[in-house]
C-alpha cells in the first residue's frame, strides 16, 4: 500500500528502539482490543485494510456493545441537525428535492449541491437532537479510554446544543477547532425583497465550522495518565509546533468528491491533521460513529493509525468500499 501524506505527517516506527516499558504495555494492549473490536457485534461490516473496519449498524447500537476504555479517540462528522439523515429528508435528497436539503442561492452561474438548512428545526426536532447528542456522548463517555479526546463537527447554528450535551454528560471542554472554510450558507437578502433591502443581510454568511474538543477526565496528572492510558494530550504538529485551534481549510475538492460523492464529505487535509492530533503518543484506536463515505477511517489509514467506524447507511457503506484505499492514498500536498 502506498502512502502519500507529506513530510507534515511523520510515521511512527514499530517497535521503536528502546522504548520504555509503559510504552510498550500500550501497544500490546492496543493490539489486543483492536483484534475484539474490529469482530465486535454481528453486524455487516468490511476490514477495509489492516487498519481500519467499517461496520454498518446505527451507533448508538454499536456503541453499547463497546466495553468499557476500550477506544483512546473519538474525530466524527456528525448529522449536525440529524433530520437531515432521517429517512424522509435523506430520500428526498437522494430524488433530488425537497425537505431540509437546499440548493444555495446561485449569484454566478454556477452549479451548487443542495445543503441542509438548519434554521427550519423545530423545537421537538431540536429536543430530539439535544437526546441524541446525550446519548452519544454518555455512550462515548464509557468506552473512551481516561483522557480520551473527542473532535466533533458542527455548525454555529447548533453547536451549543451539541457541545452541551457532552459537558453534561462528564466531558471537559478542551477547546474548538475552528475550520476556516467559506461556505454558502447565509448572507442572502431577504428573499422576494433583495432590491428592496439590497443593503441588508437576513444572517451572516457562514466562514467557518466550530470542531467541539472534549476529553474524559484523566487519572492523576497528564504525564501519568499518558502512560498508563497513552492519552489526554494532542500530539504537537513538530517540536517547535503545537497543535494549534484554528484551522485554514478550503472546501473539499473535486478529485475526493470525485472519489466519494457523500454529501458531507470531509477533506483529507483536514482530517489527517485532527485525527493526528487525537493520539498524542500515536498509540490507539479511533472511533467514527458516523463513517459516511469513510473518509476519517482513510486518513487514520494514512497515518497508520488503527479506526473503526459504523455508520448506519447501506449505500455509503458500500461507497466506503470503492473510496477507503484512493482516500487514504491520496497526496494532500498536491494542488
Ligand atoms: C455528516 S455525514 C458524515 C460524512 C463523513 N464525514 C464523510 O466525510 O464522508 C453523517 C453520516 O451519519 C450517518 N448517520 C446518521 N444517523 C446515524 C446513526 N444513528 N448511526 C450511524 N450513522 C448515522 C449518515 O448516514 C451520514 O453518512
Same mark, same amino acid.
Given at each position: 500500500m502506498s502512502h502519500a501524506t507529506g513530510s507534515l505527517f511523520p510515521r511512527i516506527d514499530h517497535?521503536?528502539?528502546?522504548?520504555?516499558n509503559w510504552l510498550a504495555t500500550l501497544r500490546r494492549r492496543e493490539e489486543t482490543l483492536w483484534l475484539s473490536i474490529r469482530n465486535l457485534g454481528t453486524q455487516p461490516r468490511c476490514h477495509?485494510?489492516?487498519h481500519a473496519t467499517y461496520v454498518q449498524s446505527d451507533a448508538l447500537q454499536w456503541l453499547s456493545a463497546l466495553p468499557a476504555n476500550s477506544i483512546h479517540a473519538v474525530v466524527t462528522d456528525p448529522p449536525y441537525g440529524m433530520v437531515e439523515y432521517d429517512e424522509k429528508n435523506h430520500a428526498k435528497l437522494r430524488k433530488g428535492r425537497g425537505g431540509v436539503w437546499r440548493i444555495p442561492p446561485s449569484f454566478d452561474g454556477a452549479t451548487r449541491k443542495p445543503v441542509p438548512r438548519f434554521?427550519?428545526?423545530s423545537k421537538e426536532e431540536i429536543l430530539n437532537l439535544r437526546g441524541f447528542f446525550s446519548a452519544l456522548a454518555y455512550g462515548l463517555l464509557k468506552a473512551l479510554v481516561p483522557g480520551g479526546h473527542v473532535f466533533v463537527a458542527s455548525n454555529p447554528l447548533l453547536s451549543t446544543t451539541t457541545f452541551h450535551a457532552f459537558i453534561e454528560s462528564g466531558f471537559e471542554k478542551r477547546g474548538e477547532v475552528i475550520r476556516l472554510v467559506q461556505t454558502l450558507r447565509g448572507g442572502d437578502r431577504p428573499k422576494g425583497a433583495e432590491d428592496e433591502f #439590497? +443593503?441588508?443581510?437576513?444572517?451572516p454568511r457562514s466562514c467557518w465550522e466550530p470542531w467541539g474538543v472534549f476529553r474524559k477526565p484523566i487519572e492523576g496528572t497528564l504525564a501519568e495518565n499518558l502512560r498508563v492510558w497513552g492519552t489526554g494530550g494532542l500530539r504537537r504538529i513538530s517540536d517547535d509546533e503545537p497543535f494549534k485551534d484554528v484551522i485554514h481549510c478550503s472546501p473539499t475538492r473535486g478529485v475526493e468528491k470525485e472519489i466519494a460523492p457523500h454529501p458531507s464529505l470531509k477533506p483529507q487535509r483536514f482530517l489527517r491533521k485532527l485525527v493526528r492530533a487525537s493520539l498524542p503518543l500515536g498509540v490507539g484506536i479511533i472511533y467514527d460513529?458516523?463513517?459516511? #463515505? +469513510?473518509s476519517t477511517l482513510a486518513a487514520a489509514d494514512a497515518l497508520e493509525y488503527r479506526a473503526v467506524g459504523t455508520d448506519s447507511d447501506r449505500q455509503y457503506f458500500a461507497m466506503a468500499r470503492q473510496a477507503f484505499q484512493p482516500l487514504s492514498d491520496l497526496d494532500i500536498n498536491h494542488k
Amino acid at each position: 500500500m502506498s502512502h502519500a501524506t507529506g513530510s507534515l505527517f511523520p510515521r511512527i516506527d514499530h517497535p521503536l528502539p528502546d522504548e520504555p516499558n509503559w510504552l510498550a504495555t500500550l501497544r500490546r494492549r492496543e493490539e489486543t482490543l483492536w483484534l475484539s473490536i474490529r469482530n465486535l457485534g454481528t453486524q455487516p461490516r468490511c476490514h477495509l485494510s489492516d487498519h481500519a473496519t467499517y461496520v454498518q449498524s446505527d451507533a448508538l447500537q454499536w456503541l453499547s456493545a463497546l466495553p468499557a476504555n476500550s477506544i483512546h479517540a473519538v474525530v466524527t462528522d456528525p448529522p449536525y441537525g440529524m433530520v437531515e439523515y432521517d429517512e424522509k429528508n435523506h430520500a428526498k435528497l437522494r430524488k433530488g428535492r425537497g425537505g431540509v436539503w437546499r440548493i444555495p442561492p446561485s449569484f454566478d452561474g454556477a452549479t451548487r449541491k443542495p445543503v441542509p438548512r438548519f434554521t427550519v428545526l423545530s423545537k421537538e426536532e431540536i429536543l430530539n437532537l439535544r437526546g441524541f447528542f446525550s446519548a452519544l456522548a454518555y455512550g462515548l463517555l464509557k468506552a473512551l479510554v481516561p483522557g480520551g479526546h473527542v473532535f466533533v463537527a458542527s455548525n454555529p447554528l447548533l453547536s451549543t446544543t451539541t457541545f452541551h450535551a457532552f459537558i453534561e454528560s462528564g466531558f471537559e471542554k478542551r477547546g474548538e477547532v475552528i475550520r476556516l472554510v467559506q461556505t454558502l450558507r447565509g448572507g442572502d437578502r431577504p428573499k422576494g425583497a433583495e432590491d428592496e433591502f #439590497s +443593503g441588508v443581510t437576513a444572517m451572516p454568511r457562514s466562514c467557518w465550522e466550530p470542531w467541539g474538543v472534549f476529553r474524559k477526565p484523566i487519572e492523576g496528572t497528564l504525564a501519568e495518565n499518558l502512560r498508563v492510558w497513552g492519552t489526554g494530550g494532542l500530539r504537537r504538529i513538530s517540536d517547535d509546533e503545537p497543535f494549534k485551534d484554528v484551522i485554514h481549510c478550503s472546501p473539499t475538492r473535486g478529485v475526493e468528491k470525485e472519489i466519494a460523492p457523500h454529501p458531507s464529505l470531509k477533506p483529507q487535509r483536514f482530517l489527517r491533521k485532527l485525527v493526528r492530533a487525537s493520539l498524542p503518543l500515536g498509540v490507539g484506536i479511533i472511533y467514527d460513529p458516523f463513517a459516511g #463515505s +469513510g473518509s476519517t477511517l482513510a486518513a487514520a489509514d494514512a497515518l497508520e493509525y488503527r479506526a473503526v467506524g459504523t455508520d448506519s447507511d447501506r449505500q455509503y457503506f458500500a461507497m466506503a468500499r470503492q473510496a477507503f484505499q484512493p482516500l487514504s492514498d491520496l497526496d494532500i500536498n498536491h494542488k
